[in-house]
């Protein structure tokens, strides 16, 4: 069965501090996409990343990267220099994979992360 | 806006009172999904159509619980005779043929059941 863990369900930081958002799946597929997304409290779901399994490389987007492990089947997040607009819930969600395509994600049950000033 | 369009936002009815939500994709999207989410936790796939064909429903999507997509455009998502569990936002999301594979998600259907 595929799954998706966040073994954190808070994290409370002091702006400027680096923060990491852990997320471990489980998927029996060989092809598979993995994505963060983010939910500030207006309640609309944000895309960040998708990641396909093949492409290991790690990837970085302004105070964003993100750290790709097949070998731990993980797809952990890095926040670095936080600041207060961080402050969300942040999702990591695995996407089966089959002929059509399909978004039909399966989600983790997300990381609230709050940034204090 | 062009992005994707829930209404109502919030929806409050008794028991067994039947709700209707809405879903305008993006326009050039053919595919588009509903998820529901309760407090705490992710979203949970319901359904999706790619333009007018509603290609998998989840378990999740009882019999009381029908979505349409009639011209491949905007979607509803019906609940009859709803119960305090179907209490949840629903949300819409939506997905071109190209690109990043990126979900676009609406803003959410808040359903308060009482």
């Known amino acids: 069965a595929q799954k998706v863990t966040q073994a954190q369900t808070e994290i409370s930081v002091v702006e400027k501090e680096d923060v990491t958002l852990d997320c471990v799946y489980e998927?029996?597929?060989?092809?598979?996409?993995l994505f963060w997304y983010k939910q500030p409290p207006s309640g609309e779901l944000v895309f960040l990343i998708r990641?396909?399994?093949?492409d290991e490389q790690n990837e970085i987007s302004g105070r964003y990267s993100w750290n790709f492990q097949k070998s731990t089947s993980s797809f952990n997040f890095t926040i670095t220099a936080s600041q207060v607009v961080d402050s969300a819930v942040y999702f990591c969600?695995?996407?089966?994979?089959?002929?059509?395509?399909?978004?039909?994600?399966?989600w983790g049950l997300g990381t609230s992360l709050a940034v204090n000033p | 806006d062009t992005g994707v369009s829930q209404n109502p936002r919030h929806k409050i009815t008794k028991r067994g009172q039947n709700v209707t939500f809405r879903c305008d994709p993006i326009s050039e999207h053919n595919r588009l999904y509903w998820y529901r989410q309760t407090l705490g936790q992710g979203p949970e796939f319901l359904t999706y159509?790619?333009?007018?064909?509603?290609?998998?429903k989840s378990r999740l999507l009882s019999d009381r619980f029908s979505a349409e997509r009639p011209k491949g455009s905007f979607s509803t998502l019906e609940i009859q005779r709803t119960e305090q569990g179907d209490s949840a936002m629903y949300l819409c999301?939506?997905?071109?043929?190209?690109?990043?594979?990126?979900?676009?998600f609406g803003e959410g259907s808040r359903l308060t059941v009482l």
């Open positions: 159509f790619q333009n007018e064909a509603q290609l998998e």
């Open positions: 969600a695995l996407s089966e994979n089959n002929a059509g395509n399909n978004r039909k994600l399966i």
């Open positions: 999301a939506s997905l071109g043929g190209l690109g990043t594979g990126e979900l676009f």
């Open positions: 998927t029996r597929d060989t092809t598979y996409y």
């Open positions: 990641r396909n399994s093949f």
